[in-house]
């Protein structure tokens, strides 16, 4: 019976392995992701925290840098059609109203990762060094709301690690071109974060008061907006857009 059991073990623990993340699964698909970025440029930095919820809500924490300015705050977009922000100083309008950015930010290195490791998430076992170069093919982005993109020739370069049974992280230089008056000049970006592909806790609960948030409507004539200045909660807010198509 002693030796049953061993092989049983020995047979069984292959399979608990290899259900770490489903193979199928796309870096694209985390629950959670944090991302940091060092932009090129006048010192501007980024950190953002995502994310998403069963119900389809995202939520993003923001931290950003530019000289010696600082800005934090949080962004919720509800069913895609309604955003609330708060926090982010005096510039919670401007920073605070759009997801544009950091979704842009974390559809590139979604890109980036797909360049580095084709196989998806599941294939980073330990440590391992990436590299890769595109000559022709630019990046574009596109979040439906927002466009961008990086012209070819472009590389990048760091590495891949296996954090935990669903967490991944990633350290990646992304080196792309600039054309401008004089010639053509070579960029660098730093990209680094840790993404998790387990079903992570939404943090804001259904019964989050609406008081305190900045509310903008992505279509200012969404049937729901004159009815939402009587909604009191996040749950109320959610069905309400459920009920007004």
């Not at 629950?31 to 939520?59: K, Q, T």
């Amino acid at each position: 019976m002693r030796h049953l059991a061993i092989l049983t073990c020995l047979l069984l623990a292959p399979l608990a392995v290899q259900a770490e993340i489903p193979p199928e699964t796309r870096w694209a698909d985390p629950s959670h992701v944090s991302l940091d970025i060092e932009f090129p440029g006048d010192g501007y930095h980024a950190n953002w925290e995502l994310f998403r919820c069963d119900c389809g809500d995202l939520l993003v924490h923001s931290e950003l840098q530019a000289g010696g300015d600082s800005e934090v705050g949080e962004t919720l977009m509800v069913q895609r059609r309604v955003v609330l922000s708060r926090g982010f100083g005096d510039q919670q309008e401007e920073l605070g109203a759009s997801l544009d950015a950091p979704a842009l930010m974390m559809q590139l290195t979604a890109r980036l990762l797909d360049r580095a490791e084709p196989g998806g998430p599941s294939k980073v076992t330990g440590v391992t060094g990436v590299e890769a170069r595109e000559e022709i093919m630019n990046i574009m982005l596109d979040t439906g709301t927002a466009v961008g993109g990086f012209q070819a020739p472009w590389s990048v370069k760091g590495r891949l690690e296996h954090a935990g049974d669903t967490r991944r992280r990633f350290d990646l230089k992304f080196t792309f071109s600039v054309r401008g008056q004089d010639g053509e000049q070579n960029v660098d970006m730093h990209l680094r974060g840790m993404a998790d592909y387990a079903k992570t806790a939404f943090p804001v609960a259904p019964s989050e008061p609406l008081e305190g948030w900045l509310i903008t409507w992505r279509d200012p004539a969404d049937k729901a907006a004159n009815e939402a200045l009587a909604m009191r909660t996040l749950e109320e807010l959610r069905a309400l857009l459920e009920e007004v198509k």
